[in-house]
């Protein structure tokens, strides 16, 4: 089984070239099924992980998370990319020990948003922003400096398409020390473009959690180098078993079992998975 520095070491080889998914498990199961469909690394998903927890998103605190990334990271051989918010904190030395306990939980890679909690101002201004991607960059030196930091700019979540600023923001977050750039909220061939080519050769993170016409090829074509689903997995998964309890409940009907996945097909998937863990 690799180390966490091989998984490290592999991560950040992955953005080097090329374009690579990296969908996001939401418990141990989803994230060992992934690995066995081949994905070379993985994500948390904030979202996912907080409806397995009866919470809605951005409501699960630091404590369950940091537990929450320590067992996915520890359940899979490849590298695990932390989807972690602001940090967790507004005050900037506790965020940074977040992130150092982030670091410390076996991922490879943590990402840092500029959203601030805060519905009146839901953005961090840009100086406030860029310090604490400077100060998430100096807890993982510290730590020994091996952990990819993606900066995150929320303005296309937050009701603010403002793609002049994206990429301001993006660009500041990279001479920060931002490893990957992420604007999670565009969609447009131009826009993903544009963000692509404004904060070049930095490597880019494209969100798609909802149908789209764009391939994996398409997106490489227009320079993405990673691309996520967020809790789009998750709200599938989701999807099916609300479907059917409904049925149940309203129609008294179990319909909606053929699309189950058969027990045969699982079972010898962990059986095998469990054996290589012993």
Not at 6 to 32: M, Q, T, Y
Not at 250 to 274: I, K, R
Request: some cysteine; aromatic content about 6%.
């Amino acid at each position: 089984m690799p180390t966490t520095a091989d998984k490290r070491r592999a991560f950040k080889k992955l953005h080097e070239s090329g374009c690579f998914v990296i969908p996001n498990p939401w418990d141990v199961g989803s994230a060992r099924y992934l690995q066995h469909l081949g994905f070379k690394a993985l994500a948390s998903t904030s979202s996912g992980f907080a409806w397995s927890q009866a919470l809605p998103d951005r409501a699960v605190t630091v404590e369950p998370v940091l537990a929450h990334l320590a067992a996915i990271s520890a359940a899979v051989d490849v590298p695990v990319n932390a989807d972690f918010e602001s940090g967790y904190a507004q005050d900037i030395s506790a965020m940074a020990e977040n992130v150092r306990r982030c670091v410390a939980s076996g991922v490879s890679g943590l990402s840092i948003e500029d959203a601030s909690g805060d519905a009146a101002d839901p953005i961090y201004p840009i100086d406030e922003a860029v310090k604490r991607i400077r100060a998430a960059r100096a807890a993982i030196d510290a730590a020994g400096g091996d952990v990819l930091l993606t900066g995150r700019a929320e303005n296309f979540l937050f009701g603010r398409p403002d793609l002049d600023d994206t990429i301001k923001r993006l660009r500041a977050y990279a001479e920060a020390g931002a490893d990957c750039l992420y604007s999670p909220g565009i969609r447009t061939k131009e826009q993903i473009a544009a963000v692509c080519a404004g904060v070049a050769p930095k490597p880019v993170n494209v969100l798609i959690g909802a149908v789209t016409s764009l391939s994996v090829n398409d997106l490489a074509a227009l320079g993405v180098r990673r691309i996520s689903v967020g809790g789009a997995l998750a709200r599938t998964a989701w999807g099916g078993f609300l479907r059917a309890a409904r049925q149940i409940a309203t129609e008294g009907s179990f319909a909606a079992f053929a699309d189950a996945a058969p027990g045969s097909e699982l079972n010898p998937v962990f059986a095998t998975m469990a054996d290589k863990t012993k």
